[in-house]
């Protein structure tokens, strides 16, 4: 379907900027040149001491002091050993040893195979992995004396001091049988293709086995050569049969794999599992069908007995837990829940009983960020300031001592990577109208080097104008109140009338009015707030950040309130009188698509234009674990699967419309798109429609970016 040592040079440089010329932003700077692309650090490592940390460079990995911030020396450097661009790295347990993966081609949108090598950091000698293939999920044992990989379905693991493969599997088979890592549906909706795990001891692999055979195929046409040819996949579909999926532990001392009792139940989802320090129990989440009830269950990697450690149920769903973290004493657990109606931390112990609730009060844990078991704290980020700022805290085990570590109090959305120990960190920060700044911090919050300031693009944006995001609140006449940003012409003037342009996503649990750096779309906006109209954002009722009652209000009624809040919003900025209320757009994509369709159905008399991206038209063909998480099965809640599908108001369009969709799509088909096509021509309805051929729900490559966002500025300029 991004720090406050540089605030006041920033106010200085936009300062200059005003009396400067003012450029205008292209299509071309924002999706060709590269004009606006903040500078950052690829896939940073924390070394085990703790005191170094590792950034990856076109050149070889690069060690870092966090005491200091400078550059130490490279711990690889790739001068000499022939290889093809490294994408990413992992150090073995002792750090003698980096698993190093190149030519990563993609699968779906989250997987893919590369090719792998393994560097000795002692005598600097490379040797890939293996000659018999691309690779999904190399990863090293603990030990560091072996990797495990996912092959053609099936699970493998090689001795790294022979070269020897070992087949752990043999039943995978395309599209029947998959070992090791996950189907589809379990990679879109559960974000998981990691399917096996080393032992602690790295004496066992536990793996996932989906038997996909009774999922139903959907067939995408490719195009480009004589004749299209077919590509099929297994896509359940709500309400359809789904993978049917097992546990198992593979003992590599004795070749056997025990098949755990994950339950009498097969219709039901496993969507996570990890080794306790207990290097006998492996932990895994069970969650039904409806997906409004999850456990925790451990099993015994010997007998594959199981025993219920946690149970958490919900009226609506169960979301699937940001963190749930074993800690070394071996004693106990932190998990987090909307149990008391926001996303909090809980500390637990291993019988399953509640030690306490660490975080408490009316805002939601967006995550974890670090554990000090040591020093017994804990470094988390939140909304508590605000729902549309991301905060840093750290608190103790006790939910005690809570300390607030925003740079200098300075709002906004805060990011952070932690040494080992939690001595140090890397903190990345942005506002709506900051570039990423990355600083280095010691646990107390206190800045000992800024690492990356972007200020070079920081005055570049200065010098392409004036317009910025701009935060506030608006009641809707039932008396809800949804936060908004906009964005207004540098050269506003309050007596004058402008068109104005909605963003939406609007879908469970998400949030597009951030206090956050907003990438290619946010000077997008600011180029159409340039060219004259008035840019807006809001989050409705469903969208994150302010408890669950908020969010899953939408519950069973996917849609329903969503559109009424987009109407509602529409009307309440067309009162004011510097909105033209006659020329009001929408635009969205995926379920922002299916939201912007919707709404100048159902909004017909408020909405002028509509652009919609790669929309679901109708939840029946969307997948079952997302649509049935907020509706439930098709068969149970008919309405509120039809109520509010664009597919069945088509008569009601009298704006303009584009539609676009890329035939590639394999998460929300092309099929949504062309029965929508089928309901406007049968009602006798005008649009605008642009395909995509072979691209994928992003829709990108080549030029493609750049020839869409034309497209649909064209399109708004002669619309709206």
Known sequence: MKRFSLFFPFLFIAGVAFSQPTKQITLEDIWAKGTFAPKGFQSIRSMQDGEHYCVLTLSGIERYSYKTGDKVDNVCSFSGLSLPPIEDYEFSSDEQKVLLSSGFKPIYRHSGVSDYYVYNVADGRVKKISNNGKQRLTTLSPDGTKVAFVRDNNLFYMDLSTDKEYQVTTDGRLNHIINGTTDWVYEEEF????????????????????????????????????????????????????????????????????????????????????????????????????????????????????????????KAYVEVPDTWKFLDDGKSFLITSERDGYNHIYLYGMDGSLIRQITSGDFDVVDIRGIDEKGQKIYYRSHESSPINTDLYVIDFKGKKRVCLNNGGRLGTYQANFSNGCKYYICIFSDANTAPIYTLHNAKGKEIKVLQDNAALQQRLSQYGREKKEFGTLTTSEGVELNYYIIKPADFDENKQYPLFFYVYGGPGNQQVTNSYGWSDYNWFRMLAQKGYVVACFDGRGTGGRGAEFKKCTYRNLGHYECIDAIEAAKWFGKKPWIDENRIGIFGWSFGGYLSSLCILKGNDVFKSAIAVAPVTTWRYYDNIYTERFLQRPQDNPDGYDNNSPINFADRLKGNYLLVHGTGDDNVHFQNALDLVTALEKADKQFEMRVYPNKNHSIYGGNTRLNLYKLMTDFIERKL
């Open 191 to 314: 974000a998981i293709t990691k399917g096996f795990y080393w032992s602690p001891d790295s004496k066992r692999i536990a793996y996932y086995r989906f038997d996909e055979s009774n999922v139903r195929e959907f067939t995408m046409q490719t195009w480009g050569g004589l004749y299209p040819e077919n590509y099929n996949y297994k896509y359940p579909k709500a309400g359809e049969d789904n993978s049917v999926v097992d546990i198992y532990i593979y003992n590599l001392d004795n070749n056997q794999s025990v098949r755990l009792n994950t339950g009498s139940e097969n219709d039901q989802y496993l969507p996570r599992m990890q080794w306790t320090k207990d290097a006998n129990t492996l932990a895994f989440m069970r969650m039904n069908r409806l997906q409004n009830k999850m456990e925790l269950l451990l099993a015994n990697a010997t007998t594959g007995k199981i025993k219920t450690l946690y149970t958490e149920d919900d």
